[in-house]
């Protein structure tokens, strides 16, 4: 099975910071690639950072410099550090691989920024 559980969200003003964690029931080293998307209201799914196993990072335009991705293959975790939050930063954020050629998600764990 394969199960990705989010957590870390939640309401900061801007300017502040978050960091998100991933918690895979599948071992990350046989994960090639993985990635956080975002979601706001009415927005489509965006790709925000990703990074594979050889430690290799992507990130978004709008969000270089301020956030970072990262994995501890110890604990199958993926996290993704924020800082200097923008309230356009505001969305449900999911951790995401691919597998067999399906996306696998989480569940998403809400971000707020306030202006």
């Known amino acids: 099975q394969d199960e990705l559980v989010e957590s870390g969200g939640g309401l900061v003003q801007a300017g502040g910071s978050l960091r998100l964690s991933c918690v895979t029931s599948r071992n990350i080293n046989k994960i090639y690639r993985m990635n956080w998307y975002r979601q706001a209201p009415e927005k489509q799914r965006e790709l925000v950072a990703s990074i594979t196993t050889g430690g290799t990072t992507n990130y978004a335009d709008s969000v270089k410099g301020r956030f970072t991705i990262s994995r501890d293959p110890a604990k199958d975790t993926v996290y993704l550090q924020m800082n200097s939050l923008k309230p356009e930063d505001t969305a449900v954020y999911y951790c995401?691989?691919?597998?067999?050629?399906?996306?696998?998600w989480g569940q998403g764990t809400q971000v707020t920024v306030s202006s």
């Open positions: 995401n691989y691919v597998r067999f050629s399906i996306d696998r």
